[in-house]
């Protein structure tokens, strides 16, 4: 699936497309299912134009799990047939993950997941790393209160369960119905909108150590939760740096995949999928994703079953 131009969801159409160059620490990787991610349909709008530079037309997507085809030269940590994942972000926009084959650099690289299928192994890559790397430069470790803002969302959900496994005690904003999901993953749930900072404080009376906001516009609650000498990060709010935060961007890392999928294996990382596309209904997964109500990941199948 490709665009030719920025545009809605009208611009994206099937095309034949010439199989992608192998280049030097890269494999070529025949595409099972890959994830979207609201980014996916930003870049498509042109919202991120003067970020970085696009080639048309692009194929869209970053998320992708599937099966090597063939490697390139030096990549001997690899051979065809090894099952693997990836968050598959390339330094500009052009060749993505929604199509039958892409190349992804060796770093961005780490082997599937054993109990996870193909469906759930797509969803986890962008989220995953979102979550574990905010949460892993803010030092989080076993002891910590974490406040997670969107707990309920795509990176939340990973947020909370990544938490928990490091140890720490877990607060997260939601709304009501989506707070026994909460409490199943590991999480202290707390309704957001007017009161929050009471409801927060009610629980945590001596404020939290670690703050991780992943919906924008909560700098206000994060400051009057968080204890002197805590530490805080956004995903969605630059104004987090004039309050002493960081303003975060994930990164592709492929070291970074391979704890994720150890901690599936163990049991402590649960992916929740919400409906799966075919490729060719690529709009329709896109039109799902803008209206925010999807509770799980959106997920393209390119080629096969879930098994």
Known sequence: MTYSSYGDNSVLEATEQPMPKVGPGEVLVRVRCAAVNPVDWKIMSGGLDGMMDTVFPVVPGWDVAGVV??????????????????????????????????????????????????????GVPLAGLTARQTLTRLGTSEGDTVLVHGAAGGVGTFGVQIARA???????????????????LGA???????????????????????????????????????????????????SVME?????????????????????????????PVAETFPLERLAEAFELSQTGHAHGKIVIRVVGDSA
């Open 69 to 122: 085809e063939r490697v390139g030269i030096d990549t001997p940590e690899w051979k065809a047939g090894d099952e693997v994942f990836a968050y598959a972000r390339k330094d500009y926009v052009h060749g993505g993950t929604f199509a039958e084959y892409v190349t992804v650099p060796v770093r961005a690289l780490a082997h599937k997941p054993k109990s996870l299928n193909w469906e759930e192994t797509a």
């Open 166 to 184: 490091m140890g720490a005690r877990v607060i997260g904003t939601a709304s009501e119905r989506n707070h026994d999901r909460l409490r199943e």
């Open 188 to 238: 202290e749930p707390v309704t957001y909108g007017d009161g929050v900072v009471d409801r927060i404080r009610a629980i945590a009376p001596e404020g939290v150590d670690v703050v991780v906001d992943y919906v924008g516009g909560v700098l206000d609650t994060t400051r009057a939760v968080l204890r002197e000498g805590g530490r805080h990060a956004s995903i969605a709010d630059p």
């Open 243 to 271: 309050a002493g935060g960081q303003w975060m961007w994930v990164r592709p890392d492929g070291p970074g995949l391979e704890e994720l999928a150890a901690l599936a294996d163990s049991g402590g990382l649960k992916v």
